[in-house]
């Protein structure tokens, strides 16, 4: 065991005890030289501290070590985990600048008032900062252990973080009902890796991947384990049961990060469990030459998410939970890429699901605007298009994009998704799902044409004035817009970090 | 300088959006003066190109690692493709000049959509003609949705008819999708260039099954029969400059794509199969007979239709029938005939949805060929009248027109190759003269009135023809003239095209 220099240690995690130390400050501050002070302007300086945290965070990961392997893959850093903490901290700013339209409450939307959900403006941006801690160890980790501590830290943090509109009775029973599948699939999750440990006496993925070679069925049972417990994180169907409660019922900042940050990390960290862990027990989900493994595992399990997701999103009236049931349609494309299990096709996963944390961040983001007026169904968004015309136009780059139209983000991460899957298996064998998947992003247009509709054809109701939205969200959610453009027309300038 | 038709689209449809809201004026000579400067660039382009070469464009990298270019070239079939949609895009200009509902949203939707068409006509990269492709999909959606006619103000049918017609495409595009990413991995994954790819020896097991694919998800938007039901609807529910569009560029970019992707890159796909199935023996049999059901049922459903712009609709599809055929003759006068065809189809399919869409149901605010068979429209707007008649002969392939030429030239191509199908299109020629005949009589020249005296008072309503839409008539009448009294002007473009290393793979396959 080769010992471990804390000075280094220390050196490694630095963004991470950055934020650390601006969540601190943030309760600090919130609890003695504000209090008594206006909730705007608690908020206000809340999200000053915790954006300027992340920006830190942001600028120590770039400062950070390039490449690393520390104390069995407890740390690890290579080029890819430091776009994905670059990604994830971006996104982290992202969610505290739009905190400004996510802050009213449900109750106080029926009285016209605007105020915040919740007193504890400085605990709320103590634990969004925490779970962006969660999500940076979770991603720079290649250890079982450390993989399971961040992944329970960040689950905690957002069973908080979802119930944390206490006046509304959805958020809470959303809250319990995500704590209780979480709690569960934690449960599959240990138990997958205690099978793994005993099999390979091994907690780094490094060690694990040698065992794996060896053909073992057990193998078979801790793969099963490991895929319904990260299933669950990645809300893939049959696992996905929690998500639309969960996004409809959270406050909407929550909502955001958690279709967000903690979807990429998740992602992230399940691709490297499957591909560097048990790289030897891959198997395969061709046609007519699969072999048992998990990518067998996972050619049903995105299979049943592509289909199902689209097809109950369709049958949805509440926005929230259409891109609740569109994101488990989308966690079964991003299976794709693992599937296929190329460098490129990790690649490709990674770019789309950065395009499409960045999107449905910003459809959230627009949301939070809207839901200030009490809109939340389909229907409420009839007419919008002449009484916010901003939001409007930044909700059809976001939507469109998740729809995969070019020239947006989300078309451009769809096609490489799709080609790279193609190329990797032998005689294009997971052609049958990469079909089904471009069959199943007909059906998701449909939907997403639908809320557009309402949004730009339909009139709006009687009496409806225009909706305004503050100065921040607008800046926000339109430099996000532009983001999605842009990286649809030059998808260079995000693709060349990630493919090094 | 070709690229600029695409820029200047797309920079348009931005400084559209930002003229004054209260100045309706302003945003109609915008997107004028962009159309006609995107017609003008594609006709300077046409007079300065050398018959026979591949004008590059531009040619960049775009995502190096991936095989993508930014490659925009053009050889005749293309000029001929951008000189129809510079055409088509001014004349529905001139036609929406009545537009006065959300006029700068309007004409930013509508320049997206020419902006896309262009790039499609233009792209030799495969995935950049894809992206081109699906952008002009979402315009066409709210371009109907939006302002389509609504009779008796139900705008539910509008919306039913623009969301199938955007299914119909994206479904179509899915399948193109499959087929191009399969074709790329199948050449090893190194390059979406076409120029590369039209020389690629794909295998043959493979060109087999991913032809069909791909020429099928074209030939949605081409409106083959049984996949044309999107067409009447769409058009009928489309504002008359959507209409115009859909019929007049729109459906060309599936035939474009049939054969600019597909019959080019895919050529031994049409090769015979070894063996039948139903008495098929190879592809290119199985889309001849789906272009020919094409031709007679577009045409047999048209003489039965009541609402003038199904006719229209339907006739369309009829049209587009004999594009498809031409292609499937697989040789030099089929598709020469074919590419004439689309250039024709989309001038004279503008100015038939011109007359029904504009000229006429915004004056008599009925499609209904019973209602119009009583108002005696000859007498009352006589510029009209004799529009539609000459448009009436150009459909119907009367010589002098570009239809005749056209048309003439695929029959000869199916004559010398699979003769016994000259006298099922012929059969379909004389329905297509017989659903023209009625409308036209109906419509304009019938003595209805006399039987239900209702019309002498509607006589006083309908509003002056104004200059818009003169011009855009005229325009549209000279361009098919132009192309019937002198056809070369195209054919000198389109044949040595159709003779260039290009599609020197379909040549050899069975070129005749």
Not at chain 2, 359 to 366: E, S
Request: hydrophobic letters at 60%; proline letters at 4%.
């Amino acid at each position: 065991m080769s010992a471990v220099s804390y000075s280094q240690l220390v050196w490694v995690t630095l963004p991470e005890i950055a934020l650390v130390i601006a969540a601190l400050v943030v309760l600090a501050c919130d609890g003695t030289v504000l209090r008594g002070a206006a909730i705007a302007q608690r908020r206000g300086v809340a999200a000053l501290i915790a954006g300027l945290g992340s920006i830190a965070g942001m600028l120590l990961v770039e400062r950070g070590p390039a490449s690393l392997h520390l104390a069995y893959g407890m740390l690890v850093m290579d080029g890819q985990t430091r776009v994905v903490q670059m990604v994830l901290l971006a996104l982290t700013v992202l969610t505290v600048l739009l905190s400004d339209a996510m802050l009213t409450p449900a109750a106080a939307r029926a009285a016209g008032e605007k105020t915040a959900f919740t007193r504890h403006i400085g605990e709320y941006f103590a634990l969004l900062l925490f779970a962006t801690v969660a999500v940076l160890f979770l991603v720079s980790t290649q250890n079982f252990l450390l993989i399971f501590i961040a992944l329970e830290f960040l689950s905690l943090v957002l069973y908080i973080l979802t119930g944390f509109d206490k006046g509304s009775r959805k958020s809470t029973e959303a809250a319990l009902k995500y704590f209780l599948f979480g709690g569960i699939s934690a449960a599959f999750l240990l138990f997958g890796i205690s099978l793994i440990y005993g099999l390979s006496g091994s907690l780094d993925l490094g060690q694990i991947a040698l065992a794996s070679m060896r053909p073992d069925p057990l193998w078979m049972i801790a793969i099963v384990m490991v895929v319904v417990g990260f299933g669950f994180k990645v809300a893939a169907a049959p696992f996905h049961l929690w998500a639309p409660d969960a996004y409809q019922g959270a406050p909407t900042i929550s909502a955001g990060f958690l279709s967000s940050s903690s979807k990429v990390a998740s992602f992230f960290i399940f691709a490297q469990v499957l591909t560097v862990g048990a790289f030897g027990a891959a198997g395969s989900g061709v046609w007519h030459g699969s072999t048992p493994g998990w990518a067998l595992v996972l050619s049903a399990v995105a299979a049943f998410s592509m289909v199902m997701g689209n097809l109950a999103a369709l049958a949805q009236t509440s926005l929230r939970r259409l891109l609740a049931y569109s994101a488990i349609g989308h966690a079964g494309y991003m299976l794709l890429g693992m599937i296929a299990h190329t460098p490129q096709s990790i690649a490709s996963l990674l770019y789309y699901v950065f395009t499409y944390a960045l999107a449905v961040l910003g459809a959230f983001g627009v949301l939070a605007a809207l839901e200030a007026q009490g809109i939340d169904r389909i229907a409420d968004a009839a007419g919008l298009s002449r009484r916010a015309p901003f939001l409007s136009g930044c909700m059809l780059v976001f939507l469109l994009s998740l729809a995969g139209i070019p020239p947006l983000a989300g078309f451009f991460g769809k096609f490489w998704l799709f080609g790279a899957a193609l190329n990797a298996a032998p005689q294009m064998g997971l052609f049958w799902l990469v079909m089904l998947a471009i069959l199943m992003s007909v059906v998701a247009l449909y939907y997403y044409l639908k809320v557009l509709k309402q949004i730009y054809v339909a009139d709006a109701a009687e009496g409806a004035g225009a909706i305004r939205s503050g100065l921040w969200t607008r800046v926000t959610l339109g430099v996000m817009a532009a983001a999605v453009v842009v990286l649809g027309c030059d998808p260079w300038l995000l693709m060349r970090w990630i493919v090094r | 300088m070709l690229a600029w038709t695409i820029y200047l689209s797309f920079a348009g449809a931005a400084i559209v959006l930002l003229t004054p809201k209260d100045k309706p004026q302003v945003t109609r000579v915008v997107a004028l003066l962009t159309a006609l400067v995107g017609l003008g660039i594609a006709i300077a382009g046409t007079m300065t190109y050398q018959p026979g070469t591949l004008v590059t464009v531009t040619r960049a990298a775009w995502i190096p690692t991936l095989g993508i270019g930014y490659h925009l070239a053009a050889d005749g079939i293309s000029l001929v493709l951008l000189l129809l949609t510079g055409i088509a895009a001014t004349a529905g200009i001139l036609f929406s000049w009545n537009i006065d509902k959300r006029v700068r949203e309007f004409f930013a939707f509508y320049l997206v959509l020419i902006g896309g068409v262009y790039g499609v006509f233009l792209s030799f990269d495969l995935f950049l003609l894809f992206v081109f492709y699906e952008i002009a999909i979402i315009p066409k959606y709210f371009l109907i949705a939006i302002w389509g006619s609504a009779p008796n103000g139900d705008t539910s049918k509008r919306t039913y008819a623009a969301m199938k017609l955007v299914l119909y495409s994206f479904a179509g595009s899915a399948l193109v999708l499959a087929g191009i990413l399969s074709a790329w991995v199948e050449s090893g994954a190194k390059t979406f260039d076409m120029q590369t790819l039209a020389s690629y020896p794909f295998p043959v097991h493979f060109e087999m099954w991913a032809f069909p694919l791909v020429f099928v998800g074209f030939a949605v938007l081409a409106g083959m029969w049984p996949f044309h039901t999107w067409a009447p609807t769409g058009h009928a529910a489309a504002p008359t400059a959507a209409s115009m569009l859909l019929a007049g560029v729109v459906m060309k970019l599936g035939a474009y794509g049939c054969l600019r992707v597909a019959m080019m890159l895919l050529p031994a796909g049409l090769g015979a199969w070894g063996f039948h199935v139903l008495g098929f023996g190879s592809w290119r049999e199985v889309f001849s007979l789906l272009a020919l059901i094409g031709i007679v049922y577009g045409a047999s459903v048209a003489l039965v239709q009541q609402d003038f712009k199904f006719v229209i609709g339907y006739s369309s599809v009829s049209h587009m029938g004999f594009v498809l055929l031409g292609l499937m003759t697989l040789s030099q006068i089929g598709l020469d005939g074919a590419v004439l065809q689309m250039f024709s189809h989309g001038v004279i399919a503008g100015l038939l949805f011109a007359v029904v869409g504009r000229m006429v149901y915004d004056r008599t605010h009925t499609r209904d060929l019973r209602i119009l068979s009583t108002m005696r429209l000859g007498k009352t707007l006589p510029f009209v009248a004799v529009v539609f008649t000459l448009a009436a002969m150009a459909s119907i392939g009367m010589p002098g027109f570009s239809g005749f030429i056209a048309e003439f030239q695929v029959i000869v191509g199916v004559w010398r190759t699979m003769p016994w199908m000259v006298f099922v299109v012929g059969f379909g020629i004389l329905m297509v003269i017989g659903f023209t005949w009625r409308a036209l009589t109906r419509a304009f020249f019938s003595d209805g009135e006399r039987r239900l005296a209702t019309g002498a008072s509607q006589h006083a309503e309908l509003s002056p023809l104004t200059w818009p839409e003169r011009c855009g008539s005229l325009l549209l009448l000279a361009a098919t003239i132009t192309v019937g009294l002198y056809p070369q002007l195209l054919i000198r473009l389109i044949v040595p095209s159709l003779n260039s290393p290009l599609f020197a793979a379909l040549r050899n396959g069975g070129w005749r």
